[in-house]
């Protein structure tokens, strides 16, 4: 049975990292030098992957993160792209960016060749494509815990409003211990996480500075 | 190296990077806050430059080896 399995030699099946756990340590050559995943200790991250350099969807998303980076640091939010291409790739499509659209891509990206990273996340869908990482999303906080997983087919570019809001919302919730709803937006009521007892439920229900509509369904502004 | 140009020379991140540290031992997060760039890159330099001897490291500080003082003022 061993040697059934050995001979068959089938591929190593990595689940992907769960919200909540530890993303996975990684030491990887960049447009930017060698990074490490700890060297973005205290600040929250956008690890995403691309599937290839050259390509136009990647094009618009690239610009379109580099739009949003300025928007992101002010968030203390860095962004580190990946995808299974060379570094002189990474540095030749960066200077064409420059060159042909006018923007200057200023994040690192991860010239993942032996797919080290990307497989440590999960990014590689072999259904679509073996030799791509698909269009993954990794929001990683300042404890470098996995918050948020987005993951977009390789036909499908991203929405960066998106990305921006689930940073925001997550921060949100940090600070404040409460949970948004859904489309929530910066200035939106957020939700006031339900009484795990009933006197804390009727005492919610008095609470003049929450719209209750019933004791799990409260809300107030920030 | 990400700190040391195709000529030999610095680039303007390292120099930045050591001119901070030139008369004081820092932390990355106090370079970085007192440079302006990012941590991780502040983080990352100082990693090479202490692989390389251009920094001394102690505990989670960093001050500029004084053997690698003229690089500074080269280029």
């Known amino acids: 049975m061993t040697e059934n399995i050995q001979n068959n030699q089938e591929p190593e099946v990595r689940s992907l990292p769960r919200i909540g756990s530890k993303a996975p ?43 949003i980076y300025p928007q992101l640091r002010e968030m203390n939010t860095e962004l580190l792209g990946l995808s299974i ?20 891509i200023e994040f690192p990206i991860i010239a993942d060749l032996n797919k080290d990273v990307a497989q440590k996340y999960g990014m590689i869908m072999p259904e679509e ?9 990794f929001i990683i906080d300042d404890k470098q815990v996995v918050r948020a997983i987005i993951y977009y087919p390789l036909s499908t570019g991203r929405n960066m409003d998106e990305i921006l809001r689930v940073i925001k919302a997550l ?5 404040h211990n409460i949970a948004t709803p ?10 006031v996480p339900p009484s795990p007892t009933q006197e804390g439920a009727e005492e919610r229900m008095k609470d003049k500075d929450l719209e209750c509509v019933d004791f799990y369904f409260c809300k107030k502004q920030l | 190296m990400a700190c040391i140009d195709d000529k030999g020379n610095l680039t303007a991140t390292a120099k930045k990077i ?10 990355a997060e106090e370079v ?9 890159k502040v983080r990352s330099s100082l990693r090479d430059m202490a692989s390389m001897g251009f920094v ?15 690089l500074l003022n080269r280029g």
């Open chain 1, 129 to 137: 494509s073996s030799t791509e990482a698909s269009r993954a999303v």
């Open chain 2, 56 to 70: 001394i490291q102690e505990d989670d500080t960093y001050q500029l080896n004084e053997k690698a003082e003229k």
């Open chain 1, 25 to 67: 340590a990684f030491e990887a050559v960049t447009t930017h030098g060698t990074l490490k995943l700890e060297d973005y200790k205290g600040s929250w991250l956008v690890l995403f992957s691309h599937p290839a350099d050259f390509t136009p969807v990647c094009t618009t998303e690239f610009m379109a993160f580099q739009e």
């Open chain 1, 85 to 104: 291409d060379s570094v002189h790739s990474h540095i030749a499509w960066v200077r064409n960016i420059e060159e042909k659209f006018g923007v200057k």
């Open chain 1, 182 to 191: 859904a489309n929530w937006k910066e200035g939106d009521k957020v939700i």
């Open chain 2, 18 to 27: 050591l001119t901070a540290v030139k008369d004081q031992s820092l932390t």
């Open chain 1, 171 to 175: 921060q949100t919730t940090d600070r």
């Open chain 2, 32 to 40: 970085a806050s007192g440079t302006g760039l990012p941590l991780f």
